[in-house]
């Protein structure tokens, strides 16, 4: 059984940073693709990064130059560098993971997620 454990989150002030992590427990030894996902108070979750096994990013328009992805692959973890936050950065974080099967396709992991509170 894969799990996704996610930590970092809390309550920051405007302009203020966070380091959100993600770490792969069980029987799992690489993932495609890893990202995260966020999902604000009546909102629909949204994709905030991504990066791919060769380090390929993407990033949403919004995040773009304050938010930095990236990962340990031995560790099979992720990260997510939040700088120069704002309220509208409020909402409930997701980490993200994928790969491929033989004969299954892709398989999708998520995390429980982690409360990323933005407020003075």
């Known amino acids: 059984q894969v799990q996704l454990v996610e930590s970092g989150g809390g309550l920051v002030q405007p302009g203020g940073s966070l380091r959100l992590s993600c770490a792969a427990s069980g029987t799992i030894f690489w993932f495609n693709a890893m990202a995260w996902y966020r999902q604000a108070p009546g909102k629909e979750r949204e994709l905030v990064a991504s990066?791919?096994?060769?380090?390929?990013?993407n990033y949403l328009d919004s995040v773009k130059g304050r938010f930095t992805i990236s990962r340990d692959n031995a560790k099979i973890a992720v990260y997510l560098q939040m700088n120069s936050l704002e309220s509208e950065d409020t909402a409930v974080y997701y980490c993200?993971?994928?790969?491929?099967?033989?004969?299954?396709?892709?398989?999708?992991?998520w995390g429980q997620g982690t409360q990323v509170t933005v407020s003075s």
């Open positions: 993200y993971a994928e790969k491929l099967v033989v004969g299954r396709g892709t398989v999708n992991y």
């Open positions: 990066i791919r096994s060769g380090g390929i990013t």
